[in-house]
């Protein structure tokens, strides 16, 4: 089991940066698959970013490419995702979660634990 707490939301303006931290408890972190994922209000819940257990891959959707940067330290458990050129269509729940055996990091499917989520909001 793997246990997850985000922070770092807030709210910022247009072109301003964030860095939200979720930390992990539970042995299979540094095994694990970590993805960060948003909710706007009305809208499903889309993966943002992935990253592999290793770090050596990483996934982007369309949307955050060169401005959103996932990051990984598994001796602190902890995974981050640094937001850069914010933007008001960014204003959304964050959430992290795990993905234990590592499938299809870009995929929702294999995510299997959830933190509460951090609000993030970018006004114009």
């Known amino acids: 089991q793997v246990q997850l707490v985000e922070s770092g939301g807030g709210l910022v303006q247009a072109g301003g940066s964030l860095r939200l931290s979720c930390a992990a408890s539970?042995?299979?972190?540094?095994?694990?698959?970590m993805g960060w994922f948003r909710q706007a209000p009305g809208k499903e819940r889309d993966i943002v970013a992935a990253?592999?257990?290793?770090?050596?891959?990483?996934y982007y959707t369309d949307s955050v490419k060169g401005r959103f940067t996932i990051s990984r330290d598994n001796a602190k458990n902890t995974v981050y995702l640094q937001m850069d050129s914010l933007r008001p269509e960014d204003t959304a729940i964050y959430y992290c979660?795990?993905?234990?055996?590592?499938?299809?990091?870009?995929?929702?499917?294999?995510?299997?634990?959830w933190g509460q989520g951090t609000q993030v909001t970018v006004s114009s």
């Open positions: 979660a795990a993905n234990p055996r590592g499938l299809r990091i870009d995929s929702g499917r294999y995510y299997q634990h």
């Open positions: 990253i592999s257990w290793g770090g050596g891959i990483t």
């Open positions: 539970g042995r299979t972190f540094s095994t694990s698959a």
